[in-house]
């Protein structure tokens, strides 16, 4: 079955860009969205972007200008990197396979859900 | 502040039937279909509920998913220990705050 695999430094220094890849393994990286999550400690989930594998992206307003997403199907991963990182930024990462589309005919209702997930990699950031 | 609200805790003892709630807007719940995941403790979320109230092969039947309106609700019946976990609810969003929101998780604890 599918599988993701996060990888990246787990320490990353205050204003620097922080960096992960996700690997996919046990299916394609056609016809799905790949998203990054992310898990402040004691919060909750943040979704932060998707990218098809067309190369067509999507991000949260809040963290677009700091957060690059790319796609590299020939290697079956795709990438993170967020800039100008603070003490904020400290999380539990996560990648996830997204399954989305219109729900019915009417095109007005868009279902969206992430069925695969990675394990997780934490990333602190020091100053 | 999330985009969705859960309410922060729920319990309830084995055997009993609980619920938790998702409240939305027009643009998010009122518009598109809800999820659930489920965290158990030090592992990464996992997908229950789909479409609002579809189960991923391999979710026991004990778990069910309703919308209605900009709200939206998880039902956890015959509860066992092993339900012990956070939940939360996700949507598109069609407005600024999207495309994707989570709730901001529900404690699940059983007694």
């Known amino acids: 079955q599918v599988q993701l695999q996060e990888s990246g430094p787990g320490l990353v220094k205050s204003s620097e860009t922080l960096s992960l890849t996700c690997t996919v393994s046990?299916?394609?990286?056609?016809?799905?969205?790949w998203s990054w999550i992310r898990q402040a400690p004691g919060k909750g989930l943040e979704w932060i972007a998707y990218i098809y594998d067309s190369g067509s992206t999507n991000y949260n307003p809040s963290l677009k200008s700091r957060v690059t997403i790319s796609v590299d199907t020939s290697k079956k991963q795709f990438s993170l990197k967020l800039s100008s990182v603070t003490a904020a930024d400290t999380a539990v990462y996560y990648c996830a396979r997204g399954v989305g589309g219109y729900y019915d005919s009417s095109g007005f209702s868009y279902y969206y859900y992430m069925d695969v997930w990675g394990k997780g990699t934490t990333v602190t950031v020091s100053s | 502040q999330s985009v969705l609200t859960q309410p922060p805790s729920a319990s309830g003892t084995p055997g009993q039937r609980v619920t938790i709630s998702c409240s939305g807007r027009s643009t998010n719940i009122g518009s598109n279909t809800v999820n659930w995941y489920q965290q158990l403790p030090g592992t990464a979320p996992k997908l229950l509920i789909y479409t609002n109230n579809q189960r991923p092969s391999g979710v026991p039947d004990r778990f069910s998913g309703s919308k209605s309106g900009t709200s939206a609700s998880l039902a956890i019946s015959g509860l066992q220990s092993e339900d012990e976990a956070d939940y939360y609810c996700s949507t598109w969003d069609d407005s600024l705050n999207g495309p994707v929101v989570f709730g901001g998780g529900t404690k699940l604890t059983v007694l």
């Open positions: 046990g299916g394609s990286i056609s016809t799905y969205y």
